[in-house]
Nanobody, 124 residues
Framework: QVRLDESGGGSVQAGGSLRLSCAAS????????MAWFRQAPGKEREGVAG????????DYADSVKDRFTIARDNAKNTLWLQMNNLKPEDTAMYYC?????????????????WGQGTQVTVSS
């Protein structure tokens, strides 16, 4: 059974930083594309960042480029998202995903497995 457990969320002021973690079990992530998504109240879930099995050439949403960094450690079966210079509009529930099947990483329906999410709240 595949399980993704996110952690590291919290409340910070604008300009602050957080580091999210996603611990995977029941799956060897070294073979899989992985990603972070987020969903704010009343909004659709959106892709934040995606990373290939090798870790090369990650993909980012325009809204987080140059502020967020996605990384992975296949040996530890773990995915991270370093978030710097956080803004109030980054406030959302953040989800880890794997099991990509398709050609558009930022489309939620293309992903098979999801974690329960970790809340990030940024105050101005």
């Amino acid at each position: 059974q595949v399980r993704l457990d996110e952690s590291g969320g919290g409340s910070v002021q604008a300009g602050g930083s957080l580091r999210l973690s996603c611990a995977a079990s029941g799956i060897d992530i070294s073979a899989y594309y992985m990603a972070w998504f987020r969903q704010a109240p009343g909004k659709e879930r959106e892709g934040v960042a995606g990373i290939r099995p090798s870790g090369a050439s990650p993909d980012y949403a325009d809204s987080v480029k140059d502020r967020f960094t996605i990384a992975r450690d296949n040996a530890k079966n773990t995915l991270w998202l370093q978030m710097n210079n956080l803004k109030p509009e980054d406030t959302a529930m953040y989800y880890c995903a794997t099991g990509f099947r398709g050609d558009s990483w930022a489309t939620p329906s293309k992903w098979t497995y999801w974690g329960q999410g970790t809340q990030v709240t940024v105050s101005s």
